[in-house]
Every structure is written in C-alpha cells, then in structure tokens.
C-alpha cells in the first residue's frame, strides 16, 4: 500500500479541495469592494477569538449560535454573534451584512465588523449593557424577573422602536423589512433606549414597492403576521413589522409572554387568546 501526502496548495490546485470553502470569501471579498469605505471591518478569525479571549464569556444563546462579549484593541466592548447554523453558500449571510450596513440611527444597532472565513460566520455589534427587552418583560410573580420597568420607561422604548421600524420603512434609500420584531431582538443600552438587532431575515425591497414575494413563513411563532404564513390574508408588506410590533406592544403593556411553551392547552399559548 502506498501512501501518498500532498500539501493543501497541490490539492487546491488539482480541484481535489471543494470550490465551496473558497464562494463564502468570494461574496465577503466583492460585498467589501463594493461598498468600498462604507464596509463594516471584515476580521480575520484568529482576530475574533482574541478580542473574545477564545469564547470565555457568553452573554447568550439561541437558534442561531451564541453570543460573547468582547473587546476591541482600543478597550471598545462588543457583543460578538457567532453563527453555528449554517445556511445556503453564504450569500444569505452577506445579505444580512448589507442589510445592517445600510443603516445608521439611534434605534438600530450598530454593526462594527464581520468574520466569514471559510465555515466561520461571525458579527461584531455594539454591546448593549441592559441585553434584550425579553429579560424585563414576564410574570411579575415569577422568581425569573430581573426587574420591572416604569411605564414611561416601557413608553420611551415602544415609541423607540416605533421610529426604528420607520425609520427602516421610509428612512433607508432601500426598504428594509425586518420579519423579526420581538423582545429578543430589541437590545437595551445604558439608559434604556431600544435598538432592534438580529436582521437575519430581513428582506431589501424597492420603496415603490409595496408587495414582496417571499417563499415559504419567516419569524417567530406568535409575532408572525397572518398574511406572512397564509397568503390568503392578503400580501406580505412591511405592514407585517407593524403586526408584530403590535405584539410586542400587547407584550409591554401586559407583562406577559406571548408565547408559553409550558402550558398544556395550545389555545391558552398566545397573548391575544388570553386578552380575548
């Protein structure tokens, strides 16, 4: 039996090494070239473990991967976004960096740079010291409450969001639609002003345009509008964001989840059949 050993470069070059691994910096590569100076930082892998002292401090977890708190070269914290989930050749992943990058106001997180090398998909954001709305929402006779927020607090964060959704809507050269707006995805700074972050499945659509195809239901049980899972109800718009923001409102005011896995009847689940 003979054993063979080839370096990387002469497997590359035989074709023997997938294509693949080599697309994801491709789209990285020419979404960096055409936005030029506008671009977020694109880092190297090796730059994201240092900058999280190789993952030590997680501030979270979800569907998508974890979250670590990091640190920038200049003492700059930041919530680092590490995307386990992987889907598609990476284009959908360049298409959530763009959608970010478009924006800039005070209530739609900042984007600071990005990692995709190879199989690593990673976001760098601003830290948002008070985490999600999600924590300051429950039963307040649960153990689980971290804190009740005054109602003018809980005002100035609905009306917040409100002009961030706007200002996605009709501020952006590009309408952006969001498909997400919940209490996890509305992070809180030091003093409580609401930033919506997660645009994973955002949609970029003309402002002329106020239909949008879209296949298949996108967002999170209990915030999803009628129209985004059945298009019986109608066509999806960015009047969808304004439903789930309703939610999210129905949320704030009644201190309650929208949706409780842990009951046993599934009419008892959502918010809007408990207030009706």
């Not at 055409?34 to 569907?63: D, E, R, V, W």
């Not at 284009?91 to 005070?106: D, G, K, L, P, Q």
Request: charged share 25%.
């Amino acid at each position: 039996m003979i054993i063979c050993y080839l370096k990387r470069e002469q497997l590359s070059s035989m074709g023997v090494i997938s294509k693949k691994k080599t697309k994801g910096n491709q789209y990285a590569k020419a979404f960096t070239m055409n936005q030029g100076s506008l671009a977020p930082k694109l880092y190297s892998y090796s730059n994201i473990k240092k900058m999280t002292h190789s993952f030590k401090n997680k501030l979270g977890q979800g569907g998508y991967g974890s979250v670590y708190k990091g640190k920038l070269s200049d003492d700059c914290l930041v919530a680092v976004k590490v995307i386990n989930e992987l889907k598609g050749n990476g284009e959908e992943f360049i298409n959530e960096v763009a959608s970010i990058s478009r924006t800039s106001h005070v209530n739609i997180v900042t984007l600071l740079g990005y990692c995709y090398e190879r199989t690593k998909r990673v976001l760098v954001y601003e830290f948002m010291p008070k985490e999600s709305l999600d924590k300051f929402i429950s039963d307040p006779e649960s153990s689980s409450t971290n804190c009740q927020l005054e109602q003018k607090t809980l005002f100035e964060i609905a009306v917040g969001v409100a002009r961030g959704l706007e200002y996605l809507h009709r501020g952006c050269s590009t309408r952006i639609l969001h498909f997400d707006i919940k209490p996890q995805n509305i992070l809180l700074d030091d003093d409580f002003c609401p930033k919506i972050s997660d645009f994973g499945l955002a949609r970029l659509c003309q402002k002329k345009e106020s239909i949008v195809s879209m296949l298949g239901a996108r967002g999170t049980i209990g915030y999803i509008a009628p129209e985004v899972f059945s298009r019986g109800f109608g066509g999806v718009s960015h009047k969808s964001d304004v439903y789930s923001y309703g939610m999210l409102i129905l949320e704030m005011v009644g201190i309650r989840k929208n949706f409780d896995a842990k009951v046993s009847h599934t009419s008892e689940r959502y918010f809007p059949d408990w207030i009706y």
